[in-house]
């Protein structure tokens, strides 16, 4: 079993910068790919960025150059650094793991990019 906990999320001026955390519980977390997902309202749930258990990473091309997904496996923590923000970005982010054939999802942090 793994449970995460996102936080960070918050009000933010476009421009602005966040960085989402993302923290696990259980065994093997080294092994697990994670990812981050964000659902904006009204729109289905997307793929933001992942990193695998070698840390390969991968974004969708809105993010490219302004995201950077990062893991530290020894404090079972995954990150994902936002900058210079705009209004499309509103949305709830999840954080998403696959261990062992399995997928696993946080409860959400809500992001509102808004001046």
């Known amino acids: 079993q793994v449970q995460l906990k996102e936080s960070g999320g918050g009000l933010v001026q476009p421009g602005g910068s966040l960085r989402l955390s993302c923290a696990a519980s259980?065994?093997?977390?080294?092994?697990?790919?994670v990812g981050w997902y964000r659902q904006a309202p009204g729109k289905q749930r997307e793929l933001v960025a992942t990193?695998?258990?070698?840390?390969?990473?991968n974004y969708v091309d809105s993010v490219k150059g302004r995201f950077t997904i990062s893991r530290d496996n020894a404090k079972k923590m995954v990150y994902l650094q936002m900058n210079s923000l705009n209004s499309e970005d509103t949305a709830v982010y999840y954080c998403?793991?696959?261990?062992?054939?399995?997928?696993?999802w946080g409860q959400g942090t809500q992001v509102t990019v808004s001046s």
């Open positions: 998403n793991v696959i261990r062992l054939g399995s997928v696993y």
């Open positions: 259980g065994s093997l977390f080294s092994i697990c790919d």
């Open positions: 990193i695998t258990r070698g840390g390969s990473t």
